[in-house]
Nanobody, 115 residues
Framework: QVRLVESGGGLVQAGGSLKLTCSGS????????MGWYRQAPGKQRELVAS???????NYAESVKGRFILSRTTNWSAIFLQMNSLKPEDTGVYYC?????????WGQGTQVTVSS
């Protein structure tokens, strides 16, 4: 059973930076896609950034040029470096692991950006 644990959220002023970490265990496959999603109050969960097993990365338009997704070579962890944060980046950030029809979510970490 894959298990994901997020860390690194917190409160930051607009323009600041945070780095989120997602630590995976339980048989992470290099053929999977892993990524970060976020959910703001009253809104649907949305994709922030993801990376496939081949290393192809996908970013939401709203974070391009500000956020950087990276991973360890053994897929044990992925990271989200968030720069130039804006109040609209506020939300709960979730790590996701997906392979075929197997879909796992972490518990989420709160990111709050004050104006």
């Amino acid at each position: 059973q894959v298990r994901l644990v997020e860390s690194g959220g917190g409160l930051v002023q607009a323009g600041g930076s945070l780095k989120l970490t997602c630590s995976g265990s339980g048989g992470i496959s290099s053929l999977s896609t892993m990524g970060w999603y976020r959910q703001a109050p009253g809104k649907q969960r949305e994709l922030v950034a993801s990376v496939t097993g081949h290393g192809a990365k996908n970013y939401a338009e709203s974070v391009k040029g500000r956020f950087i997704l990276s991973r360890t070579t053994n897929w044990s962890a992925i990271f989200l470096q968030m720069n130039s944060l804006k109040p609209e980046d506020t939300g709960v950030y979730y790590c996701n692991y997906r392979r075929l029809d197997y879909d796992v979510w972490g518990q989420g970490t709160q990111v709050t950006v004050s104006s």
